[in-house]
């Protein structure tokens, strides 16, 4: 491999991204848009649906305070009972219930909690013992930010590279760069170089713009968050490669490319929690970079994570990094 010829490929790609003006605009401004919109649209009241969380649900659980209507139950595992009352704190939920231990987690800030206490008092839940917890409320806005970001980032790398890179090889790019010198890892990594560095230049400029203006909870570290977001565009990065090796048409690459983003958009828990989805949706979300980049990013800017915390999503982005790469190289083709 030569660094010349790899220098020279990355900065003609550079090139030709900054100079579509458009492209570059649209990356920006899209996701701005997206967080200013929700932001907007969830100031006012919220949703009327209770969220429950069960530790324990007894068999009857359609009956008494558990039957009660507009009530969604989610059932915790007791190895979950920390991180569930941490989400009490932060509104995630409106109560905790154990019972089998007969208590109940509610925060003392919470109407939603208030009035669901109410509710259990009078549906004969007058054994229950009280715990209360305190803590600040988690706008949707903070909820969905890093969601939004990731999934700018899942088009940027997708399109950004599968799709090009179809494209020159159906204009014909790919065969007169085949004739050079210049072998297809120089070619490939000055790809991902060119985007990987992007990509990265975009989120941070969303994430500072969207602070600005609205501002948003960051409890953890921005280094911790940096790395997550520049594993998470590395891996989306190698996923479009894969489409990149040998499709020759733009428009097969186009629904290829929409068959991977789509249902990653909307199964990874950008817009709405998986929790009290079907088991096999969370164990599906979990093949997704965009779910182990959602889920870190959270656990940082939310929960102040630690690397040790997040440690299972950066060796899943890792791996799945790995096994794209290495596809995309072998299934490589100039022509």
């Given at each position: 491999m030569r660094l010349q010829r790899f220098l020279s490929v990355l900065k003609a790609r550079d090139r030709e991204f900054v100079r579509d003006r458009s492209a570059l605009a649209w990356n920006i401004v899209f996701p701005l848009l997206i967080i200013l919109g929700f932001a907007y649209a969830f100031t006012g009241d919220q949703l009327d649906q209770y969220k429950v969380?069960?530790?324990?649900?007894?068999a009857d659980a359609e009956l008494g305070f558990f039957g009660t209507r507009y009530m969604q139950l989610i059932e915790i595992s007791e190895a979950e009972k920390s991180l569930a009352i941490s989400k009490v704190k932060r509104h995630q939920l409106d109560i905790l219930m154990?019972?089998?231990?007969?208590?109940?987690?509610?925060?003392d800030s919470s109407p939603t909690g208030y009035l669901l206490e109410k509710v259990l008092a009078g549906s004969g839940g007058e054994g229950y013992q009280k715990q209360l917890v305190t803590g600040q409320q988690i706008r949707y806005i903070d909820w969905l930010i890093p969601g939004v970001l990731g999934m700018n980032m899942m088009f940027s790398a997708l399109f950004g590279v599968g799709y090009v890179v179809v494209r020159y090889r159906k204009n014909g790019v790919l065969k007169r760069l085949k004739a050079t010198p210049l072998t297809a890892l120089e070619f490939l990594s000055a790809q991902i170089v060119?985007?990987?560095w992007l990509i990265m230049a975009i989120t941070i400029t969303v994430y500072i713009g969207c602070h600005l203006l609205i501002g948003f909870v960051m409890r953890g570290s921005y280094l911790n968050l940096l790395l997550v977001f520049t594993l998470g565009a590395f891996s989306m990065i190698s996923m479009g490669l894969i489409v990149a090796a040998r499709v020759r048409s733009e428009e097969v690459a186009g629904g290829l490319l929409n068959l991977f983003s789509w249902p990653m958009m909307f199964l990874s828990g950008v817009w709405f929690s998986l929790e009290g989805l079907h088991p096999w949706v969370q164990k599906l979300a979990l093949m997704f970079p965009l779910t182990h980049i959602t889920q870190a990013a959270r656990g940082i800017m939310m929960d102040g994570a630690g690397l040790m915390v997040i440690m299972p999503n950066l060796l899943a982005l890792l791996?799945?990094?790995?096994?794209?790469?290495?596809l995309g190289v072998w299934l490589f083709r100039w022509e």
């Amino acid at each position: 491999m030569r660094l010349q010829r790899f220098l020279s490929v990355l900065k003609a790609r550079d090139r030709e991204f900054v100079r579509d003006r458009s492209a570059l605009a649209w990356n920006i401004v899209f996701p701005l848009l997206i967080i200013l919109g929700f932001a907007y649209a969830f100031t006012g009241d919220q949703l009327d649906q209770y969220k429950v969380g069960v530790i324990n649900q007894p068999a009857d659980a359609e009956l008494g305070f558990f039957g009660t209507r507009y009530m969604q139950l989610i059932e915790i595992s007791e190895a979950e009972k920390s991180l569930a009352i941490s989400k009490v704190k932060r509104h995630q939920l409106d109560i905790l219930m154990d019972a089998s231990e007969k208590r109940y987690w509610i925060n003392d800030s919470s109407p939603t909690g208030y009035l669901l206490e109410k509710v259990l008092a009078g549906s004969g839940g007058e054994g229950y013992q009280k715990q209360l917890v305190t803590g600040q409320q988690i706008r949707y806005i903070d909820w969905l930010i890093p969601g939004v970001l990731g999934m700018n980032m899942m088009f940027s790398a997708l399109f950004g590279v599968g799709y090009v890179v179809v494209r020159y090889r159906k204009n014909g790019v790919l065969k007169r760069l085949k004739a050079t010198p210049l072998t297809a890892l120089e070619f490939l990594s000055a790809q991902i170089v060119s985007r990987l560095w992007l990509i990265m230049a975009i989120t941070i400029t969303v994430y500072i713009g969207c602070h600005l203006l609205i501002g948003f909870v960051m409890r953890g570290s921005y280094l911790n968050l940096l790395l997550v977001f520049t594993l998470g565009a590395f891996s989306m990065i190698s996923m479009g490669l894969i489409v990149a090796a040998r499709v020759r048409s733009e428009e097969v690459a186009g629904g290829l490319l929409n068959l991977f983003s789509w249902p990653m958009m909307f199964l990874s828990g950008v817009w709405f929690s998986l929790e009290g989805l079907h088991p096999w949706v969370q164990k599906l979300a979990l093949m997704f970079p965009l779910t182990h980049i959602t889920q870190a990013a959270r656990g940082i800017m939310m929960d102040g994570a630690g690397l040790m915390v997040i440690m299972p999503n950066l060796l899943a982005l890792l791996v799945m990094s790995i096994i794209f790469l290495l596809l995309g190289v072998w299934l490589f083709r100039w022509e």
